[in-house]
């Protein structure tokens, strides 16, 4: 395939903009090359500005769940765009979307729109300091939250990626607040309690790992992680940013059944729009300004445009929830197809899968934490993502981030996918 036309935007866009991308991980710095410039994308298929179509497995990082351009989705943002796209006062279709994500969602009464995930997980952290009162928090090493000075002490994804888990311009003063622990290793969450007694506030997890690569916590991690919780008055925050109304209608709480204090969720709550959110029983809620003393606030918080895009999405993920299984079952047959051609051709690798969530580490140790996540060998992930976007797939330019499955693929792409594993496995 040629990419000559997205080269030369690409030039164009590093003059005016630093690293020609509005978000590290689309350079492709991890694995080389330029990136792709994309024209318009509908259902499964992205179409970039050299007249390639691509098969796409990022899904502008989760949210897609129903494919690009979604016609619901679609209808409605244009409808509410006609009639004025922010207005900075409340409107009626606020409490109609949070009315749906409570029903949806266990453990919530309340719910408050933001404008991106780093958003819903920089105020849930506030609220959960000011609930407690209490400063420290923990978070782990690999996990992903956003990029607020908390959380940029071992993060996953982009910041992994580009050898900045822990970034300049993050005092001293914020990092020594934030504790960092094991990913699926319960003592080591214990040891820190213990050491840092009545000063935790929270705990925030991705209950379900997705920005080393997609790790699913090991039995009885959750479980433990709720206990420390109850025991030492800590609150347990979920960050389902990826996972929420993703792998199940009400997230990894429903899916394990265990219940967070505060959920985040960013993604598919606005169905491609910039929508995060956080949410909690009332009794932590009501600390939230107006009603309590915790600031948080935002000029386009509960956009009209983003409101319509997000219950056009939520409403069909209530109404048709055997979606969830579909994807499931088509991430399944994905996982089944890739192992085997990467078996035939004696290709050491471990897929993770949870759900619709998957990735395909080249290490052949189970990869449970940060630290196994990077023992993956990276030149064969790079051959790996040139060889499949020679081939019209589009995967993450990076081994530290998940596949995305959306309802759009057919058994059809999935086939031309695991075909096109077969055809590089080879020369891997
Ligand atoms: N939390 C998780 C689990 C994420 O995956 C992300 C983004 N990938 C964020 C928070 C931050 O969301 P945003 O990029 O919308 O700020």
């Not at 900075?88 to 933001?114: H, W, Y």
């Not at 007694?197 to 920005?211: D, R, S």
């Not at 009603?291 to 409403?315: I, K």
Request: hydrophobic share 40%.
């Amino acid at each position: 395939m040629i990419y000559k036309r997205s080269s030369t935007l690409f030039r164009e866009a590093q003059k005016v903009i630093p690293g020609g991308v509005n978000s590290p991980v689309r350079a492709f710095k991890a694995v080389g090359g330029d990136p792709i410039f994309v024209k318009e994308a509908k259902g499964a298929y992205l179409y970039d500005e050299d007249g390639n179509r691509l098969i796409d497995y990022i899904n502008s990082w989760g949210p897609m769940i129903l494919g690009h351009a979604h016609q619901p989705v679609v209808d409605a943002v244009v409808e509410k765009a006609k009639k004025g796209t922010s207005f900075g006062m409340p409107t009626e279709i606020e409490t109609k979307i949070a009315e749906l994500a409570v029903s949806m969602v266990p453990n919530i009464d309340k719910i408050r729109f933001v404008n991106s995930g780093t958003e819903a997980c920089m105020s849930a952290v506030r609220l959960a300091r000011g609930f407690t009162k209490k400063d420290k928090i923990i978070k782990f090493a690999g996990c992903y939250h956003g990029h607020s000075d908390s959380f940029l002490i071992q993060a996953g994804s982009g910041a992994v990626t580009f050898g900045s888990p822990n970034s300049p311009g993050v005092t001293e003063g914020t990092a020594k607040d934030t504790l960092l622990a094991r990913y699926n290793d319960l003592g080591n969450v214990e040891e820190i309690i213990n050491s840092n007694k009545n000063e935790i506030a929270c705990i925030i997890i991705e209950p379900v790992a997705g920005n080393m690569g997609c790790i699913p916590p090991v039995k009885g991690f959750l479980e433990g992680l709720r206990s420390l919780c109850d025991a030492h008055n800590i609150l347990l925050i979920f960050d389902e940013v990826m996972t929420g109304f993703r792998l199940a209608k009400g997230g990894v709480q429903e899916l394990y059944g265990i219940k967070a204090d505060i959920v985040t969720f960013g993604k598919v709550i606005g169905g491609g729009l910039p929508v995060g959110a956080f949410a909690a029983r009332e009794e932590i809620m009501n600390h939230l300004a107006p009603l309590g003393p915790v600031y948080q606030a935002g000029t386009l918080s509960g956009n009209p445009l983003a409101m319509a895009a997000g219950l056009a999405m939520l409403t069909e993920l209530h109404e048709n929830s055997n979606i969830f299984d579909s994807i499931a079952k088509k991430t399944e047959y994905l996982h089944e197809g890739i192992a085997k051609a990467l078996i035939e051709k004696n290709i050491v690798h471990t897929i993770n899968r949870v759900g619709s969530m998957i990735s395909v580490h080249f290490s052949e140790n189970p990869v449970i934490d940060f630290e196994s996540a990077a023992e993956g060998n990276n030149d064969t992930f790079k051959k790996f993502f040139h060889g499949m976007l020679n081939q019209g797939i589009y995967i993450a330019p990076s081994a530290f981030e998940t596949w995305f499955i959306t309802e759009a693929l057919t058994y059809e792409d999935l086939d031309t996918t695991i075909k096109a594993v077969s055809a590089i496995a080879e020369n891997l």
